[in-house]
């Protein structure tokens, strides 16, 4: 049963234009979330990440969106740049010190000239 | 460089043997995590250790353990492998194991079963 869905297993974008990424989850015990970049040969890096108390989270080019109703959350890149080329995995934990981090299956944006 | 150290980085072995993956966390980091991430599969949580106690448990499969040590390293080991093991396993690190606490990833160790 996967907790955490990213259907879109790739994403291709033309630089200085918006990259939305998309995640859903079905567990309402989830209260945190996070987001994740990995290139090829590295392991994944922290990107940003939001609670369930708020709806918005901004940093730099980055802002995550949560809507809690829909079980919904979207990270957004503005503007894209050939360098955001990596694959994005959204990430979901409870706020018990036993839960644990779990993962999509990653969303591989290409960003073009 | 996210602190975090695995070794080896890549692993070539045949069905049936036994494997050991090492991993030393980032300095001051108390929490040691093992993730599996095969083929278009996203990464799949196999174990939690604190401070040397095993804190969670994911869907590790009883072929394999782990185990972290006083130093804090931690070390994955896998028998009786199968072909289907073969993926890319990561380790990660966090300072107190939290659920919200952001984690830091080691780049892997590549597992190919022939």
């Known amino acids: 049963d996967q907790q955490v869905k990213q259907n879109s297993p790739s994403l291709s974008v033309q630089e200085g234009r918006i990259s939305i990424l998309n995640c859903d989850y079905t567990?309402?015990?989830?209260?945190?979330f996070l987001w994740y970049k990995k290139y090829p040969a590295e392991g994944p890096t922290f990107l940003i990440s939001i609670s369930s108390i708020k709806d918005k989270n901004e940093d730099g080019r980055f802002t995550v969106f949560l809507n809690k109703s829909a079980k919904h959350l979207s990270l957004h890149i503005v503007p894209s740049q050939p360098g955001d080329s990596a694959v994005y995995f959204c990430a979901a934990a409870g706020s018990y010190n036993t839960d644990k981090l779990i993962f999509g299956t990653g969303t591989r944006l290409q960003v073009f000239p | 460089d996210s602190g975090v150290t695995q070794t080896p980085k890549h692993l070539i072995t045949a069905t049936g043997q036994r494997v050991t993956l090492r991993c030393s966390p980032r300095?001051?980091?108390?929490?040691v995590y093992w993730y599996q991430q095969s083929l278009d599969q996203g990464l799949q949580f196999l174990i939690q250790?604190?401070?040397?106690?095993?804190?969670a448990k994911g869907n590790i499969l009883e072929r394999f353990s782990a185990q972290q040590f006083p130093d804090l390293h931690s070390e994955l080991n896998l028998s009786s492998l199968e072909l289907g093991d073969s993926a890319l396993y990561f380790c990660?690190?966090?300072?107190?194991?939290?659920?919200?606490?952001?984690?830091?990833f080691g780049s892997g160790t590549q597992l190919s079963v022939l």
């Open positions: 250790y604190y401070n040397g106690e095993e804190r």
């Open positions: 990660a690190s966090s300072v107190t194991g939290s659920s919200n606490e952001k984690l830091f």
């Open positions: 300095s001051g980091d108390l929490s």
């Open positions: 567990n309402s015990m989830f209260d945190y």
